[in-house]
């Protein structure tokens, strides 16, 4: 081992510098924080990384097109508020009824999950009804969800009026609001 202070060598198992008298024991516990503390910031990025690449895959709830039903359900049920639903109603559909989205209320939304090919994910339809007393518009509540979306995946494509998409890694998503009290937001695989 090298002394810290003088740079001279010392002896294993030696817990004083003989050149300078440095005490070896407090090196080595600061340096046994340096390496943790680095290690620690690497695997901070490293989880970072992963996070912000899942987003930009624009999967809901984080479910991986070609995910199994089970799966799914299995997932969604853990992530479900209290306020709502969920239930399979066939093999190849998953159905979520729920209140008060965000908090709002007034809006109650509903989520379908369709399953093909082996019944595995393919598309995730989401729509969002307003009530007549409820604070939000449907414009007011899209707006909210599109300023969401933009922060992850950039600037949407204006597909029509009130209609807009994104194209992201693995999937693509459309919103849509209308004047009739509701807001759909649609996700399918890239293709």
Not at 116 to 135: F, G, Q, R
Not at 164 to 182: H, N, P, R
Request: proline residues 3%.
């Amino acid at each position: 081992m090298i002394c810290g202070k003088c740079g001279a060598r010392i002896p294993d198992g030696g817990d004083v510098c003989l050149n300078c008298g440095a005490k070896i024991g407090a090196a080595k516990k600061v340096m046994s924080i340096i390496v943790a503390f680095i290690a620690l910031v690497i695997a901070a990025g490293a989880i970072l990384l992963v996070n912000l690449n899942t987003k930009k895959n624009g999967f809901y709830e984080n479910l991986a097109w070609g995910t199994d039903i089970d799966t799914a359900f299995y997932t969604m049920s853990k992530k479900c508020p209290e306020t709502g639903s969920l239930m399979v109603t066939d093999s190849e559909t998953i159905v979520g009824k729920f209140d008060d989205y965000k908090g709002g209320e007034g809006i109650t939304w509903a989520a379908v999950f369709k399953f093909e090919n082996n019944a595995t994910l393919s598309s995730v339809v989401l729509m969002y009804t307003i009530s007549d007393d409820c604070a939000y518009t449907p414009n007011k509540l899209a707006n909210e969800i599109k300023a969401e979306y933009t922060k992850l995946y950039g600037e949407p494509d204006d597909i029509e009026d009130r209609w807009y998409e994104w194209s992201t890694k693995k999937s693509i998503i459309k919103l849509a609001d209308s004047q009739d009290g509701y807001v759909i937001i649609a996700y399918s695989p890239l293709d």
